[in-house]
């Protein structure tokens, strides 16, 4: 820089140093900005050589850009000083207001710390204010917080002087307009990768959604979107094309309705009882013609942004070929495999559902009752139930049951675990816990306010009216010689028509029930004792008429026992009854009279 004496010098060079800060603010990217630095330094503030040593983020500072020197430039570009060498150099020397100068007189002692340096050969001075190679003049950026952003060095002023009082200022003034524009650099590249990065963000999303409408759209099973709270909580926004085919309705339809619309009505509790994140239910839904498929269905919530609205996401499995499987299975287990009809444990169930531990005919009053419960005793224990049948307590046993195939599946029900009673004779059913039979309502429940409809028997063959559970005990007559002569073919096919008689004989609600072999038995409520007595004679009749079989007509007769279940009983107990009448109505009658064919 010339003599700053002069004004017009002056002029000069404040014209060229606006020139070079204007270059400052056209730099594209943050390396730019830094070569225009130094680059400006050489070209307009009259240095020959210039270096930007630029703040990392772990402070220290790395050589970003230089000018005036390829050779140095190569050397020591990128090279990194640690920050307490350069805050050493910034208090050591002479403070020039915002800048610092080391004389070469004290900067001997940095020639070995880490900030890298260059070396230039030249005459010691020969006077006061000649510039001398190994002085050094730095001039610190700070940003707008007050932290250090940078540092600029200086070397080789090219009128060969330290700088005077302008030059100085205008190093300072040039030093302070770098730092806004690293800052605004700095700023720009910030902001242009976050641009990169949302845009990239942006990308992400719309693959994803992309991936999320492929796997809703086009899911082998049926998907929805449902509000969230609100009055229209629950309401149907999307369904996929799975969903739509399964419950045969558009989907322009779908969305005018909730899950709660298409569930059947035996299901909504289960549906209400189901949580919105990570609920599953097993249950029906509407379809168009009426009918109702059985689904699965899996909820989790999904939020539309951080802050956004949730939304239900529920996956809709179309289970009715397992549900068909179960009940095939549970049917299996239920019921005889060669007539269809319930077998033995499932008339255990049936049976053991009605009846509960508790003999009709004890009946203790609120007031024993509320003396028993003081008195530290345990409910009715001091009444002993002795009885095998209940007396006429006021409660007729009109329950009823639910049809041949309505009753809930019993097949491990207690009993006997095969079809029914191995042996013949009336200790058949004997061995058996009097109690265990499934459906039996607990004794803890027995008392005169419990709700349990009890069963009670008439107590004669004489019909006074009383009406209850007639269990008929069905064996047949001269099955066994069919069998024997014409095989288990021929057998077969008379139980099969047998059970269809015996069920075509009786009511709807009856139950009729194979035990095994050729033993039948039909179960009835509501029947008085000469009810029951013409039913049995009814059931018989049907029996005895030939049955056709191959091309030949066989005939069986039939045995009928008539026993009456009662509460207090057990379900075996009540069994065993009706077949000891069973064989003693066999035993009244001849064998000519027995076989019927």
């Keep these: 820089m010339e003599t700053e004496s002069e004004p017009y010098v002056r002029l000069a060079t404040l014209r060229q140093l606006h020139r070079v800060v204007a270059e400052l603010n056209t730099a594209r990217s943050l390396a730019d900005t830094l070569q225009t630095v130094v680059d400006g330094i050489v070209v307009g503030l009259g240095y020959e050589l210039a270096c930007v040593n630029l703040v990392r983020p772990d402070g220290d500072l790395v050589v970003a850009a230089f000018a005036g020197d390829p050779a140095a430039e190569a050397l020591i570009t990128g090279r990194v000083g640690s920050r307490a060498s350069w805050e050493r150099r910034l208090t050591m020397g002479e403070s020039w207001d915002g800048l610092r100068f080391i004389p070469h007189t004290e900067g001997w002692v940095l020639m070995e710390d880490d900030v890298p340096q260059w070396h230039t050969d030249g005459p010691d001075p020969r006077f006061e204010d000649e510039w001398h190679p190994e002085d050094r003049l730095y001039a610190p950026m700070y940003a707008s917080g007050g932290e250090l952003l940078g540092v600029i060095s200086v070397d080789r002023p090219r009128n060969g002087r330290r700088p005077g009082a302008w030059g ?21 590249a910030n902001m242009q990768r976050a641009l990169v990065r949302l845009e990239r963000e942006q990308q992400a999303l719309r693959a994803s959604e992309e991936s999320f409408r492929q796997a809703f759209e086009y899911a082998p099973s049926g998907m929805a979107i449902a ?48 949580s919105a994140e990570g609920g599953r239910a097993e249950l029906r839904l509407g379809r168009r013609d009426g009918t109702y498929v059985w689904v699965s269905l899996r909820n989790s919530v999904v939020a539309d942004a951080a802050d956004g609205p949730r939304f239900l996401l529920t996956h809709v499995e179309d289970i009715e070929e397992r549900k068909r499987h179960e009940l095939q299975l549970a049917h299996r287990a239920s019921h005889d495999s060669l007539t269809g009809l319930p077998n033995s444990a499932e008339l255990r169930a049936r049976l053991g559902a009605r009846l509960c531990r508790r003999p009709q005919s004890v009946r203790a009053s609120a007031i024993e009752a509320l003396d028993a419960a003081f008195e530290g005793r345990d409910g009715y224990d001091g009444h002993a139930a002795h009885g095998g049948h209940a007396g006429h307590g006021g409660h007729a046993g009109h329950g009823g049951h639910a049809g041949h195939d309505g009753h809930p599946v019993g097949a491990e029900a207690g009993g006997a675990g095969e079809h029914g009673f191995h042996a013949d004779g009336p200790d058949r059913f004997a061995g058996a816990d009097p109690f265990e039979f499934p459906g039996a309502p607990p004794a803890a429940s027995d008392g005169p306010y419990d709700h349990h409809v009890h069963t009670v028997a008439p107590a004669t063959d004489i019909d006074d009216g009383t009406k209850g559970l007639a269990v008929l005990f069905c064996d047949l007559d001269g099955f066994k010689s069919i069998n024997d002569r014409f095989g288990h073919h021929t057998g077969d096919a008379v139980l099969i028509e047998v059970a269809r008689r015996l069920t075509t004989g009786v009511r709807d609600g009856d139950t009729v029930a194979r035990l095994g072999g050729d033993e039948f038995v039909v179960l009835a409520d509501g029947l008085g004792a000469a ?50 009448r069973m064989y003693i109505e066999k035993r009244s009658r001849s064998k000519a009279h027995r076989r019927a064919g």
Aim: glycine letters at 8%; proline letters at 3%.
């Design 168 to 188: 100085r200022e205008a190093l300072q003034m040039y030093a302070f307009q770098a730092a806004i524009a690293i800052s605004n650099a700095r700023l720009r």
């Design 227 to 274: 509000e969230m709270g609100g009055d229209q909580h629950g309401r149907l926004l999307r369904t996929n094309d799975a969903l739509c085919r399964l419950l045969g309705r558009p989907a322009s339809v779908l969305r005018r309705y909730s899950f709660s619309d298409l569930v059947h009505p035996e299901d909504i509790g289960t549906l209400l009882r189901t």
């Design 531 to 580: 009810d029951a007595a013409d039913l049995a004679v009814r059931l018989r009749n049907a029996i005895i008429p030939p049955i056709r079989v191959d091309g030949r007509a066989v005939r069986v007769g039939a045995s009928f026992g008539i026993g009456w279940a009662s509460c207090g009983m057990s379900a075996d107990e009540v069994l065993r009854s009706a077949d000891q």
